[in-house]
């Protein structure tokens, strides 16, 4: 299979040098058109002290919000990105300027460098993203499960913002035999837990000898094994398996990290909780907060707050129920409040409270809670952390996922921990507030179909192989 070069690691480096000339350029864009020629020197002082922390500041602002990341993507993705980094760059840039007691630096000048640097990393990275899809190649991907797992897989796969990774076979028997076919076809072999282990290693050997690509799901085998303790006995190395809990010294620094978040985004969110109390007052009657009890760290039960979105007896008939799309018990502005999450702004109470967390798994109620842990015997694993406001699954999932996979994010996220990964995370679920999809719940008309599946691997020329 012909082959275009990859985007290695070369080219990344040389896409951010490109973004730091072209921001750099436009702040001093932004002094000569509020100053012309003539810059006061005590004005340009400010930035010649700052430039190298506002510089280091503009690269992880943007490397958190993925900007530097292309798959899976799409041209508005990467305008969007490029309005909300420098955003909070410039924001930055004020608390920088601040801290260090530069107060030379021009408000317009700012303001100025926002515009202008908004238009020139836009036109850049769009450039840059055109070449990417043009330079890079295309990968082809041969799914490798039984029928019932095709349906979700194929339509994940056929998501508008996939790009790259197109799946042109999907095989559902003789796997290993297809596999031999398929070598000089394929790029990428993605199996699934419902092959037998046997197939599975004979098609990872394969795969390997032809160096072809291999993803797996994430299974609860599969996440275990991240991340192990390499010791060695003699001749003999031993991968020890770390369990899902975070070590005391990371469980501290992430609730330092809870606190000072907290602080902050209370002192930012006050206006907007301000006005949204009001709006949740005057459009129905009932009380402004809504506690109900939710389940945290070490399944201990604790009453979470909410600015009220339905009505006050939504469930008096029903009893419990997860929310549904277009669910009818949502007031007019309870429906954007959700949209915008405006209704979780409450939560910050309970980070600085000790409940919850900034970054962790979602809380569910008791009612559900007790059925996944009877349906999920590994269900109880994403209660070793304090539950979040926002966390692995909301930012990289979907909202209305099923809990089995909300479950493999959170157990992912615990695995992963570290307090850079909080700040991503939390970078990165600005982002998703403009996801309609974000706030939308659980619509069992979605639910894919193994006869969905046909005709999705019909629409798109997939050969099924068995």
Do not use: C
């Not at 480096?13 to 000339?21: H, I, N, P, R």
């Not at 098609?203 to 390997?208: E, G, P, Q, S, W």
């Not at 007052?281 to 604790?302: A, C, D, W």
């Not at 009220?308 to 007019?332: C, F, V, W, Y």
């Amino acid at each position: 299979m012909k082959q275009k070069t990859a985007w290695s690691g070369l080219k990344r480096y040389a896409t951010m040098l490109g973004d730091v000339l072209l921001f750099n350029m436009s702040v001093l864009l932004a002094f000569y058109f509020r100053f012309g020629r003539a810059i006061p020197e005590v004005n340009f002082y400010t930035y010649e002290k700052s430039a190298i922390y506002i510089t280091i500041l503009f690269l992880l602002v943007n490397y958190l919000l993925g900007v530097y990341v292309y798959y899976n993507r799409r041209v508005s993705d990467v305008l969007f990105v490029t309005v909300l980094g420098q955003l909070l760059t410039i924001f930055g840039l004020i608390m920088i300027t601040f801290i260090g007691r530069w107060f030379a630096f021009p408000r317009l000048v700012l303001v100025y460098s926002f515009l202008i640097s908004v238009v020139v990393l836009g036109i850049w990275r769009v450039l840059v993203f055109y070449m990417y899809l043009r330079l890079t190649p295309n990968q082809h991907v041969a799914v490798f499960s039984t029928e019932d797992e095709l349906p979700a897989i194929v339509q994940n796969f056929n998501s508008s913002k996939n790009n790259k990774h197109k799946v042109t076979f999907v095989v559902t028997d003789h796997f290993v035999d297809n596999a031999t076919k398929l070598l000089s076809q394929v790029d990428i072999f993605y199996l699934t837990k419902s092959l037998s282990d046997e197939n599975r290693r004979a098609i990872v050997d394969l795969a390997l000898k032809n160096e072809k690509q291999i993803m797996l799901t994430s299974t609860f085998d599969n996440i275990l094994m991240l991340f192990p303790s390499l010791m060695n006995f003699e001749d003999e190395s031993v991968m020890g398996i770390r369990g899902f809990r975070l070590t005391p010294e990371n469980a501290f620094f992430k609730r330092v990290f809870d606190i000072i978040v907290a602080i902050l985004l209370l002192i930012v969110a006050s206006p907007f909780m301000l006005v949204t109390a009001i709006l949740v007052k005057v459009t129905s009657p009932g009380p402004i907060i809504y506690k109900q009890t939710r389940i945290t760290l070490n399944q201990k039960e604790f009453s979470i707050l909410k600015f009220r979105t339905m009505s006050a007896n939504a469930e008096a008939k029903s009893g419990p129920m997860l929310a549904q799309a277009h669910d009818s018990r949502i007031t007019p502005v309870g429906k954007y409040l959700r949209k915008l999450r405006l209704d979780e702004l409450p939560q910050i109470f309970n980070v600085l409270k000790g409940d919850m967390s900034i970054v962790g798994p979602r809380p569910e109620r008791p009612f559900f809670v007790d059925q996944f842990n009877a349906e999920e015997p590994h269900y109880y694993l994403r209660h070793n952390v304090r539950a979040g406001i926002t966390g692995y699954a909301q930012v990289y999932g979907k909202y209305a996922s099923d809990y089995h996979s909300k479950l493999k994010f959170d157990l992912l996220y615990i695995k992963s921990y570290s307090v850079f990964l909080d700040a991503k995370i939390l970078l990165q679920t600005v982002k998703i507030l403009f996801d309609k999809m974000s706030s939308a719940g659980v619509d069992d008309e979605e639910e894919p179909s193994v006869k969905k599946m046909h005709e999705i691997v019909e629409d798109n020329d997939i050969q099924h192989l068995d």
